[in-house]
Each structure stands twice: as C-alpha cells, then as structure tokens.
C-alpha cells in the first residue's frame, strides 16, 4: 500500500456516470494513481431519485478506483452539481476598525458577514463563499487588503447556494458506501479550477460543462468566478430525441450518437447511411447520417443558445472573454466544439487538467476532468 498522507480522493456524482479518482499531490502537481468509473443508477439531473441505486453506483467506482490505486479509500471530497445550483453574486461594507486604519481580518470577516447576508428559501444552504474583489475607500480591484489603511471595507462575493435535501442525498449515498465527505464543490467550479489557466481567469473565459443531465455553466472574470448556473439539458437530450425520431432504443441511440453523430450535419455527405436496430427488435433498418445528424444539431444549438443566455445573464461583455473551455462527456461529441466557435462568435477549446503529471493518461479527457 502507498502511503495515505500523499493521495487525495475525489468522487463527481454525475447523471451519466460516478467517477472515482485517487491521486498523488506533490504541490501544484497532480499524478492520476486510480481512476474508476459506474453507470450512474438512481441519479436524474444531478439529483438522487433512489438511493440504494446511488449508493451501489458509488461502491462500484471506488472498487474500481482502490483497484487501480492499490489503496483504500477512507475519505474523499465529493463534486455535486443538480439543476437546484445557482449563484448569486452579493457585496458587503463595514468601517474599517484596525488599529490606524489599518484593514484587519475582524474587518474581512465583518465585511463578508454583511456580504452574505441574504435570505435563503427554507431547503437551501450556502455551499461556497468565493470571494471576488475588495474595495478600500472605493479603490476597486485590491485583492488582499490586510494592511491596507482606509475607513471603509467594502467585499463582492459570489455565492454558491443548493437545495439542503439535494447535497444531504447525495453526501448519505457517499457515506453509506463507507467514505467520509471531506467536503462538496460545485462540478463546474472543479472543472474550472482543473482546466483553466491563470490568464483565462484573469482575461475572462466562459466554462461549459457539458453533462448528461445538465450544461453547469461558469464565467470567471478579472481572476474571479463571477456567475454561474446550472441549464437543464445534455447529452441525454439528445440520445433520447434520437430514440424518438429513429425509433431506436436508448441504448442504441446512444450507441449511434457516439459512433456516427455530429454537431455538423452540413458536413455529412448526403449519400451516407447508418444502420440501426429498430426499438423491441432485432430488425435493422437503414437510415441517412445526415437526418440522424440533423436531430442532434437541432438538440446542440439550443444547449449552445442556452450559453449564450447564461451569458447575457451575467451581465458581461462576451466581446472581452478569451474565449469558451468546453468539458465534460458532452464537449467530445463530434463538430460540437466547431458548432460553439460558429454560433458564439469566439474562439474555443475542449478542456484538459493542466497540473496533471501526464498529459498522455489515458484518463486524461474532458469528461474526467470535474474528478
């Protein structure tokens, strides 16, 4: 067995998958030692709907994990997202009392006290209280101002709230597997903080994760996250809208989107054709690729529409952003990266982790990166 104190755990709680990874962590520097993944039963949207189901699709990522790792999994921090997740950006002011006007950490802690003080519906709980800027006497952009002499303190926070059922759920289905929760993140701030450099937070870039579920949605600016949300719809849209207009069960459907699909119908030649196991037989029929195209751009432009609003949202100029980062199972479906950089106007990337030790890990994709 390796040692403990050298490995972090962590399980993202997905609708299409529960991924399980153990890690070694050597400062910024991260070595992927297991890596384990399950179908994800008893989840929809994010959110559990049965719980045995959940607590046996956990069990099945770690083993699969702790297998590859050759060690034990006694606590992990555990990725949530849900379309019960939303931010709200806050901003709070105290008097500076320091000794000579100096900004102390009372004053910190009072002005964030002021800043998060807002009333939450009854079944909600902040989760992440993120700080953006400080103010110091109306100079705006100070990021640490311990020391700083004024008279008043002024903070801008973005809060990360979710329904208190939907997180309990979800942290009784990782204990009950016989982990201990270290703590939960947001999935599209985890993603975020695994994909994105220094510069794109500083410059201004749009993360979309792409899920099976859900499109979580992140937008950081001047260093900071500065809204984000959760738009119920994904990859699972778009396997079911190929199920109905093919007639084809889901698992084929999801089968046929994975081997033949594309964002890109324009591309696909009209004389191509695909063949698919009609729905409770084992007939196959043969169909054009450019229709069974045509069902998943028509499911991918209104996830791409729903970025875009996300961004209008936010109140941002999407003129001064660097571009979007895509991740997530949905981001490698094929032409989607081209269809954001058409439809947004702005350049685009798939997301990979940028601290990892090996960048050829065979793990090493968009739809791992939220673990």
Known sequence: ?????????????????????????????????????????GLRRGNVV?????????????????????????????????????GINRRGETEIRGKHSEVSEEDVQRAVAAARTIELPGDHDVIHVLTQAF???GQKGVVNPIGMTGRNLGVNLHLVINATAAVQNIVSAINKANVVVDGVVMQQLASAEAILTPDEKEMGTIVADIGGGTTDIAIYNEGSIWHSEVLPIGGNLITRDIAVGLRAGIEEAEFTKLKFGSALPQEVPQEEVVEIHEVGSTNKRTISRKILCQIIAARCDQIVDGIVEAI??????????????????????????????RQMCLPARL?????????GHPFCKPMYCTA
């Open 50 to 86: 049965n719980l045995s189901e959940t607590i046996e699709s956990v069990k099945a990522s770690l083993d699969e994990a702790e297998k590859q790792s050759e060690t034990s999994v006694e606590s992990a921090w555990v990725s949530i997202g849900g379309e019960f997740i939303r």
């Open 135 to 137: 103010t110091v006497d």
């Open 1 to 41: 067995m390796r040692k403990r104190k050298w490995l972090l755990a962590a399980i993202d709680v997905g609708t299409t998958k529960i991924c399980s990874a153990i890690a070694r962590v050597e400062g910024k520097n991260i070595e992927i030692l297991g890596l384990g993944q399950s179908a994800s039963n």
């Open 351 to 359: 997301g990979y982790p940028v601290n990892l030790v090996s960048l």
């Open 312 to 341: 209008g949202r936010s109140g941002l100029d999407p003129q001064l952003f660097t571009g979007v980062v895509l991740t997530g199972g949905g981001a490698e479906l094929r032409g989607m990266l081209e269809q954001v950089r």
